[in-house]
T-cell receptor
Framework: GENVEQHPSTLSVQEGDSAVIKCTYS??????FPWYKQELGKGPQLIID?????GEKKDQRIAVTLNKTAKHFSLHITETQPEDSAVYFCAASKNDYKLSFGAGTTVTVRA | NAGVTQTPKFQVLKTGQSMTLQCAQD?????MSWYRQDPGMGLRLIHY???????DQGEVPNGYNVSRSTTEDFPLRLLSAAPSQTSVYFC??????????????FGPGTRLTVT
């Protein structure tokens, strides 16, 4: 099955700086790559997703890039704010609904 | 809309006991799924359903049963609880389909402890 690896496991950034989280996947048939944000005590929530026919997608301060050849994708958060502190999960899927998740990255934004 | 609701929020079981985790959604989503979340392991898919009457196994199905008799409800049954099933359980739903969003909407979770 699909194996998704996510790095780093923890990330501490100064408010206003950028944060980057990287994921690799093993199944070249995967074609859907969402990112979820989980705040303490809540369920994960989708923040951005990308399909394999697109190399980059941006939504305000967050962006995702995909390199199909290398089988890796990354989440970029610019101008980080305290409310960006959370656990972020990448995921991969080849049929949209069976997601394989990475282990998660705990992001802490220091004021 | 209440979205995805899960009950109970917390549960403590003794080894060997059985119980059902409830999940309901009021968004008329066809796709529903159950995940467990363990430290350092992300979320792992237990079972999923692409519509009423249709269920299938995910990555870690052993020890769990599901059924989907209605579009709204997708209960998860633990047949004989084991300490290895101590985890946080999330239910999710998605409209999923051509022309529809593939976003999965997660419930608030059930924290289960098996002693």
């Amino acid at each position: 099955g699909e194996n998704v690896e996510q790095h780093p496991s923890t990330l501490s950034v100064q408010e206003g700086d950028s944060a980057v989280i990287k994921c690799t996947y093993s199944d070249s048939a995967s074609n859907y790559f969402p990112w979820y944000k989980q705040e303490l005590g809540k369920g994960p929530q989708l923040i951005i997703d990308i399909r394999s026919n697109v190399g980059e997608k941006k939504d305000q301060r967050i962006a995702v890039t995909l390199n199909k050849t290398a089988k890796h994708f990354s989440l970029h958060i610019t101008e980080t704010q305290p409310e960006d502190s959370a656990v972020y999960f990448c995921a991969a899927s080849k049929n949209d609904y069976k997601l394989s998740f990475g282990a998660g990255t705990t992001v802490t934004v220091r004021a | 809309n209440a979205g995805v609701t899960q009950t109970p929020k917390f549960q403590v079981l003794k080894t060997g006991q059985s119980m059902t985790l409830q999940c309901a959604q009021d968004m008329n989503h066809e796709y529903m799924s159950w995940y467990r979340q363990d430290p350092g392991m992300g979320l792992r898919l237990i079972h999923y359903s692409v519509g009423a009457g249709i269920t299938d196994q995910g990555e870690v199905p052993n020890g769990y049963n599901v059924s989907r008799s209605t579009t709204e409800d997708f209960p998860l049954r633990l047949l004989s609880a084991a300490p290895s099933q101590t985890s946080v359980y999330f239910c999710a739903s998605s409209p999923n389909g051509p022309g529809l969003s593939y976003e999965q909407y997660f419930g608030p979770g059930t924290r289960l402890t098996v002693t």
